[in-house]
């Protein structure tokens, strides 16, 4: 008898799983519509996972001064439409006034396409040297909101805020013209003051319907590409990906040290390919998904939902399971995870891979 | 001779000692009952009420109001139980999400559960 055999414990040997286990502690981040396969060292007693925080793909300024996204946006031709929408959360000055909050051209050229701030009240402003369209005394929710502010050229111009329409007039068709003036900026002038913060600010290139307009609003939670795919947008200040057309990703590169002293928040690097803050937004969407078999390979573990799910920080689940492996995987935003398990003695040759009703089936 | 393959019993002490096997699943609560049923004996159940309702849990087709668990919206409870199947019952879409760990017991081995607590 060779003395080389050692004898293990089985899968269903009971004391295995009665003593108290060794630990195995792990704690990441799975990337949003990324999965994550975790493999125990031996087959676990149970398995707990408890998400700690949903982060959401987003981009964030705030200060005090304004913020240079492009020196020379794109001027638009005559009968060009635009709209402008953003996420801000405001502190203004009700006593100062011509505080912009978004402007394109600046708030003292002839010709702008601009929301600005005056005695307390937002003003949608559309002027060249003829003409001049507003909408005015708008009022400045408290918190964040979602600011649209679209103009079909030779239609109409409307302000939503919240999804909620706050007027519209009549749109002048050569308004914006050649020339925008100045830059376009966020935040209010050099000389101006209030407080002033921006998530996922965008200048698109058409004029959005207001369905459009209801489902950017309500992507709050959820920043996902596919809902920002309706136009070609202009300028970004959420740079996901490269698009031929130019100025995309100025942000990144047009922090005008003359103006500028607004403060990216959460930025990680342009390598990235994403930029990742915490949403303002409180719980939402995202999820992490726990499974035990892979999703790329096996379609039924999601067409059938064979997972648990974790979406509100601070949220756990304990199973009481043998295992050798398990997979995270995300949808709506990036999940941080830690994970504790209870390690038996029992080899992981010895368990097999979970299969079957309530798991790929 | 004939093949007989010895299988766990319903009071096999170990089989609820080991740890069991995974069953995950997350839906939306259809209209009316919802039958949930297991390939073999549970163990243990979680369930989690992801909907803005209260979800009623039973372990009968026909259990009466007074032998429904009801978890609140939001709410996760644990059941340390073995059972076949369970039923539910709450708003029409509302979600929810469902954790068992099943024990190697086939599911042919337990009876259906009625009496007290479940049925009367």
């Known amino acids: 008898m060779s003395d080389k055999f050692k004898y293990t414990a089985g ?8 003593v108290a286990g060794s630990p195995y502690v792990s704690a990441s981040i799975v990337a949003e519509d990324l999965e994550e396969q975790i493999s125990f060292p031996r087959v ?3 398995i707990n996972v408890k998400l700690n925080e949903n982060i959401y793909n987003s981009v964030f300024l705030e200060g005090q001064s304004i913020y240079y996204i492009s020196a020379s946006p794109q001027a638009a031709s005559n009968g060009d439409s635009r709209t402008i929408t953003a996420w801000i959360k405001a502190t203004v000055d009700n006593t100062a006034l011509n505080q912009g909050i978004i ?7 002839a010709n702008r396409f601009c929301i600005r701030e005056k005695n307390g009240k937002f003003q949608a402003l559309l002027t060249d040297s003829v003409n001049a369209k507003s909408i005015l005394n708008i009022a400045v929710p408290t918190g964040w909101f979602h600011l649209a502010f679209v103009i079909n050229s030779g239609t109409n111009m409307k302000v939503f805020i919240n999804n909620v329409q706050q007027g519209s007039t009549t749109a002048i068709a050569s308004t914006l013209g050649a020339s925008l003036g100045g830059g376009l900026i966020l935040g209010p002038p050099s000389n101006g003051d209030g407080t002033y913060a921006y998530r996922d600010s965008i200048l698109w290139n058409a004029a959005l319907t207001d369905s459009q307009i209801e489902n950017l609003y309500n992507a709050r939670n959820n920043y996902r590409d596919p809902a920002f795919s309706v136009a070609e947008k202009l300028v970004w200040i959420k740079p996901t990906e490269a698009v031929a057309s130019s100025p995309v990703n100025t942000l990144i590169n047009s922090g005008d040290p003359d103006y500028g002293n607004m403060t990216l928040t959460g930025y990680v690097s342009p390598e990235e390919g994403k930029i990742i803050a915490d949403s303002p937004f409180g719980t939402g969407n995202g999820e992490l998904r726990i499974h035990y078999r892979s999703t790329g390979s096996l379609p039924n573990v999601v067409n059938n939902k064979h997972y648990w799910t974790l979406d509100t920080k601070g949220e756990e689940i304990k199973m009481n399971v043998k295992s ?6 995300t949808t709506n935003g990036d999940c941080d995870f830690s994970i504790q398990a209870g390690l038996t003695n029992i080899s992981t040759e010895l368990m097999h891979e979970h299969t079957g009703s309530g798991v790929d089936e | 001779m004939s093949v007989h393959k010895y299988t766990a019993g319903l009071h096999n002490v170990g089989s609820y000692q ?3 096997r995974p069953f995950t699943k997350a839906a939306d609560q259809g209209a009316g009952v919802t039958t949930i049923t297991f390939p073999k004996v549970t163990k243990q159940i979680v369930f989690l009420n992801r909907g803005a309702n209260d979800m009623l849990v039973y372990f009968h087709v026909d259990s009466p109001a007074g032998n429904k668990f009801t978890i609140a919206a939001g709410d ?6 073995k059972c076949k199947q369970i039923y539910t019952s709450g708003t029409n879409g509302q979600g929810y999400t469902l954790y068992a760990s099943l024990t190697h017991i086939p599911e042919g081995r337990m009876y259906n559960l009625t009496g007290s607590g479940v049925t009367e």
């Open chain 1, 103 to 109: 402007i394109g051209g600046t708030n003292t050229t």
């Open chain 2, 18 to 20: 080991v740890s069991g």
């Open chain 1, 324 to 329: 050798k492996e398990i997979y995270l995987s």
């Open chain 1, 44 to 46: 676990t007693d149970f």
């Open chain 2, 76 to 81: 996760q409870y644990t059941f340390d139980v």
């Open chain 1, 11 to 18: 899968l269903n040997n009971v004391g295995s799983y009665q």
